[in-house]
């Protein structure tokens, strides 16, 4: 695991989109797992000023979402898939129809979930983009999930709802259930980047990259994955114990080993 601490926001989201950028360019048919919340929005932006400006092109890539409300309609503003193309998908040349999320209105909602991760595990995501919630969750991975997880329902917990009201009139809008990648899934992925900024995501950083590996921090299980990457601002970085040792071996990186 490399934790990079950068300076602000803004340079976090600039070095998460340059390791997208980076494999866009140098893989064949790439596959790009992405996140919602507010985490990856400046890499996004990002990508796609370098789509407008350079010319960076997603024709030959793939996508896929990490997880999904269930029950909301077909469109809604608020469901991820519709997020992901408002928010990046929409503006790049990346297929819509090879942007890939869950079916949450199957009628066999658990046959629905095998199916995509199936579809995740066939294309193999070379790059996955990822938030973390306050609680230690990625995905829908709450405490208590199975380390090796797969896609499946979870019910979200009323604090999880409360962080996602924002989105919403109110929490009582805020769907219950979801459908999540599994944390078995997410790690199959070649490469696992974690975006983090502000205070109120030091604790759960903390626990993620120096504490115990435990169901308790669903994201600690990161810590056993053979490529990972960790970009925080230095509020984000706040409660690491050995940041001073993070700072200095990023500061004396080869140029020649890139992210």
Not at 109 to 115: K, R, S, T
Request: charged fraction near 20%.
């Amino acid at each position: 695991m490399e934790v990079v601490i950068a300076g602000s926001p803004d340079e976090v989201a600039q070095l998460a989109a340059g390791i997208v950028a980076r494999v866009v360019s140098t893989t064949e048919q790439p596959v790009i797992g992405l996140a919602t919340g507010s985490s990856p929005l400046g890499a996004y932006r990002s990508l796609i000023d370098q789509h407008r400006s350079t010319g960076l092109s997603f024709a030959g890539a793939s996508a896929v979402t990490l997880d999904e409300y269930v029950g909301l309609p077909y469109g809604h503003p608020e469901s991820y898939r519709s997020v992901i193309r408002t928010e990046f998908i929409d503006h790049v040349d990346l297929p819509v129809e090879r942007l890939h999320s869950p079916d949450v209105h199957a009628t066999d909602l658990a046959a629905a979930c095998d199916a995509y991760d199936r579809t995740v595990v066939e294309l193999g995501v070379d790059v996955q983009l990822l938030g973390i919630g306050a609680d230690g969750h990625i995905g829908f991975n709450e405490p208590g999930s199975s380390l090796s997880s797969r896609t499946r329902i979870k019910t979200l917990t009323d604090r999880t709802r409360s962080d996602n009201a924002r989105f919403f009139d109110s929490i009582g809008d805020v769907p219950r259930h979801v459908v999540t990648q599994g944390l078995g899934t997410i790690t199959a992925a070649a490469h696992l980047v974690m975006i983090a900024t502000g205070s109120g995501k030091a604790t759960p950083i903390a626990a993620m990259v120096e504490g115990p590996v435990g169901a308790s921090c669903p994201a600690s299980v990161l810590q056993f994955h053979r490529h990972v990457t960790v970009l925080l601002d230095d509020d984000a970085a706040g409660e690491l114990r050995h940041g001073d040792y993070y700072r200095e071996t990023y500061r004396h990186k080869p140029p020649w080993q890139h992210l």
